[in-house]
């Protein structure tokens, strides 16, 4: 009898669910459950046996009682008499008779089953020999059609194979036509993706020849550190500067040959590695990634779009930058108060039916002019600006709510 307490929960609750016992709670109530019911097993099976014990000793017992009696009451046997005898006689010969007729019948009943096993091995047995007969004369009939088949076939054979050949040569061939324009196409996209792709990189290469290089193809997401950090596993960098949306970036080392690893080793990545594309990286000189990045910094101070990639290029050409990014960039749509006190300016003045020239002081002064002077606003805030409207106009208009209601 093992102990419950050295069981595992799952061997508890095991023993338990083998005994339609409940299996829920913590080890130590289904250990207290599981030995009550196994000293509640051990009780029976203990009253079990004393009972059979005394069941078996009784048994004993009366047995001894009953001889004992016999034993007291048997008395010498007197003679059979005549008629004793042959009632006797009589009842064995009627006994022998009955069990000979219930051989009989045992006889006759086990003769059928065994006569219907005998019958059913015999039809097994002649259905295999009919099946090899069967097939020892489908054998002899193969036989003897391939020895009368054989030299007819033969030139019969030769001739057919060659067309059959031609055949699937041409269907092959119908294939392969209706497959090469898909694969030539294929064939041709990537010979022009490859080609352009090896062309970059001898003119990227032949460009690393300071200690410069520009690097483009950012995508966003993308946490600038991350960058920095991917460049500063190459070389010292003096100088690191990407654009406000993060498309590109200029990376300064100090020397030529940390700017040829970077180049080896960025050129053609996807970074991120999850979510960006395949940067492109070229060679700059350091005075040249300096003018840049002092150009596009100056352009972000003041708002200003730059077509960085016409700049690079003119760069690279031997071009001068421009002194300012105003020259040749195009200024950004003002929005905000100063843009819709315009627009409404504009709606509050009367159409002119003739166009005069006016002066240039009042020019001026109309270009001056706030929203406070042109409308009246309410003492509430936000204030709401409204044009005021002359005595008659009210009425009017009043009139004609009226009309209209």
């Keep these: 009898m093992t102990d419950p307490a050295s069981l595992k929960v799952v061997e508890l609750r095991a023993e338990l669910s083998n005994r339609n016992l409940s299996t829920k709670g913590k080890k130590n109530e289904l250990v207290a459950r599981l030995t009550e019911a196994m000293e509640a097993e051990q009780a029976t099976h203990d009253g ?68 219907d096993k005998q019958e059913e091995i015999k039809e097994e047995a002649n259905e295999k020999e009919v099946q090899q007969l069967d097939e020892e004369k489908l054998n ?10 054989e030299p007819k076939e ?19 061939e119908s294939s392969s036509m209706e497959i090469e324009p898909e694969r030539g196409e294929k064939r041709k996209g990537e010979y022009n993706e490859n080609a352009e792709e090896k062309r970059m990189k001898r003119e990227e290469d032949n ?11 950012f995508v966003r997401p993308l946490i600038v550190r991350q960058a920095q950090d991917l460049f500063a596993k190459y070389g010292n960098v003096k100088r690191f500067w990407m654009d406000s ?29 999850d979510t960006g594309r ?13 003018s840049l990045i002092e150009y596009e910094q100056s352009a972000a101070e003041q708002r200003l779009r730059v077509n960085w990639e016409d700049v690079i290029q003119k760069v690279k050409a031997g071009e001068p930058i421009p002194s300012s990014p105003a020259s ?26 003739t166009k005069t020239a006016q002066p240039e002081h009042v020019r001026e002064e109309k270009r001056g002019l706030s929203l ?16 005021p409207v002359s005595e008659e106009e009210a009425r009017a208009r009043l009139d004609r709510m009226k009309s209209s209601a």
């Excluded at 002899?140 to 088949?149: A, G, N, R, S, Y």
């Excluded at 590109?248 to 590695?273: D, L, M, R, W």
């Excluded at 040749?328 to 159409?351: C, N």
């Design 278 to 290: 395949k940067l492109i990286v070229g060679g700059l000189t350091p005075e040249q990634a300096e």
């Design 372 to 387: 406070d002077d042109l409308f009246q606003k309410t003492k509430t805030l936000p204030h709401l600006y409204y044009l």
């Design 207 to 217: 460009e690393i020849v300071s200690s410069a290089i520009i690097v483009k193809g």
């Design 140 to 149: 002899e009939k193969v036989q003897e059609t391939k020895e009368i088949q």
């Design 48 to 115: 079990a046996d004393n009972n059979e014990q005394e069941a078996t000793s009784k048994e004993e017992e009366e047995d001894k009682a009953e001889k004992e009696e016999k034993v007291e009451n048997a008395q010498p046997a007197e003679e059979p008499s005549v008629n004793e005898t042959e009632t006797l006689e009589s009842n064995k010969e009627s006994d022998k008779k009955d069990n000979e007729v219930a051989e009989n019948k045992d006889e006759k009943v086990n003769q059928p089953v065994e006569n």
């Design 245 to 273: 949306i993060k498309t590109h970036c200029y990376v300064i080392y100090e020397t030529i040959e940390e700017a040829k690893k970077a180049y080896n080793q960025v050129n053609g990545i996807i970074f991120p590695s």
């Design 154 to 172: 033969t030139p019969v054979v030769e001739k057919k194979e060659p067309v059959e050949r031609n055949e699937s040569i041409e269907k092959k």
């Design 328 to 353: 040749d960039t195009r200024k950004t749509r003002s929005v905000g108060i100063g843009q819709i006190a315009k627009q409404l300016a504009q709606a509050a003045s009367p159409p002119e039916k």
